[in-house]
């Protein structure tokens, strides 16, 4: 009886333990597009303007004397978060990554993003609704319009940096 109450203790102590753990673990330090002042953010902000169909647009860079490649431009608050393995695929092998979200509501288009010289500076992540069984094709087509459009006013990687007002 002793050794199944002391089981009992060690586990509620466990338990509680972790959940204490979990409440003082920070939350992402990810940033809202409104504080993002940088010429990355003016050129996300445009395209969504000028682009209704595009849900979301998120432009993943590594900061010139940096190795961390982040999500320096977007319209969801994820400004800083660490580029995932998708977007690095894309950026190592210049392929598109082009698949539908969970609930197969949205698409989503991967592309590298390119300096006006055509460097490879990062990926850009561009989203929008979709229904199931629809032809795929327009995304890639679509999304690389949207792309070689901002290539034209990106003359290099360290421009996307710029303060903007």
């Known amino acids: 009886m002793k050794t199944i109450m002391r089981i009992g203790i060690m586990f509620l102590t466990l338990c509680t333990s972790l959940g204490l753990y979990a409440q003082t673990q920070a939350a992402p330090s990810w940033k809202d597009p409104s504080t993002n002042h940088i010429r990355a953010q003016k050129l996300v902000d445009d395209l969504l303007k000028e682009h209704p169909d595009v849900v979301v647009c998120a432009m993943h860079v590594t900061k010139p004397g940096t190795s961390e490649n982040t999500i320096i431009a977007a319209n969801i ?5 660490p580029s995932d393995e998708d977007d690095w695929g894309v ?22 993003l390119l300096d006006k010289p055509g460097k490879t500076i990062g990926a850009i992540a561009i989203v929008a609704n979709y229904k199931e069984g629809e032809d795929t094709a327009r995304f890639l087509t679509n999304a690389t319009q949207l792309r070689d459009g901002l290539r034209k006013q990106i003359p290099n990687a360290e421009s996307l940096y710029k303060t903007e007002k």
């Open 77 to 81: 608050p994820r400004i800083g978060k």
């Open 91 to 112: 950026i190592k092998t210049g392929k598109p990554l082009l698949e539908p979200n969970k609930d197969k509501t949205r698409f989503e288009v991967i592309l590298p």
